[in-house]
């Protein structure tokens, strides 16, 4: 198995880097700086979000918690079993000290905030190595959840696969090369919840699935 440490200082996208900083200044109890992911690289689910919200994984240091991405991933993964916690965010309105995962990692696309919340191309690509490494070092994984069409992409690059031999869709299951399986689903982001593309029903079966998958 190979040894896997989070980028937690890496520079080397000077856009991102310079936008962290930018933030840093602006707010210095924030993270704002590569956010490591969340979850035991023993885990047999890997969930794959595109990258940290400003005012959630940006601000808490932890994937998904402070933003209403989190609001939905975490009382899903909590339902069946993944996580100790539906809740991200503790009293203080900061990542939830008592929370852990159980057989569950969370990681995103793009480690760093990107202006806008857009990545382009050349920084997915640039962050795709560390996303490659991680799974090479997670020696029970079964499953990945690809959270958006950009981690979907992501984690095919990370594969060294086509995307267009497998096409996006909401809980549609693609059979990777070396027996794991991805699953995908639309964003829980806060658009896709409040435009009714995503509900907590639609999503939740996703972890249904996931959840039969590995049991």
Not at 54 to 67: I, L, M
Not at 92 to 121: E, F, H, Q, Y
Not at 153 to 169: H, I, N, P, T
């Amino acid at each position: 198995m190979s040894r896997f440490e989070d980028p937690i200082a890496c520079t080397a996208c000077s856009r991102l880097a310079e936008h962290l900083a930018m933030i840093r200044q602006r707010d210095p109890d924030w993270h704002a700086r590569p956010v490591p992911a969340f979850g035991s690289l023993d885990a047999q689910l890997l969930v794959v979000g595109l990258g940290p919200g400003e005012k959630g994984a940006n601000r808490t240091g932890r994937p998904f918690s402070g933003d209403v991405a989190g609001e939905l991933l975490y009382p899903a993964l909590h339902r069946f079993g993944f996580a100790s916690s539906p809740a991200p965010l503790g009293s203080d309105g900061w990542a939830n000290p008592a929370m852990s995962l159980s057989n569950c990692r969370i990681t995103n696309a793009v480690r760093c905030l990107p202006p806008a919340n857009k990545p382009t191309t050349p920084e997915i690509r640039q962050c795709n190595r560390f996303l490659r490494e991680e799974i090479e070092a997670m020696p029970q994984l079964k499953v990945i959840v690809a959270l958006g069409a950009i981690a979907h992409q992501a984690l095919l690059w990370s594969y060294g696969l086509k995307v267009k031999e497998y096409a996006f869709g909401h809980n549609v299951r693609h059979a990777l090369p070396d027996s794991r399986v991805l699953v995908d689903s639309y964003h829980c982001s806060g658009y896709n919840w409040r435009t009714g593309r995503l509900t907590r029903e639609s999503f939740e079966a996703v972890f249904a699935g996931v959840a039969a998958l590995i049991d």
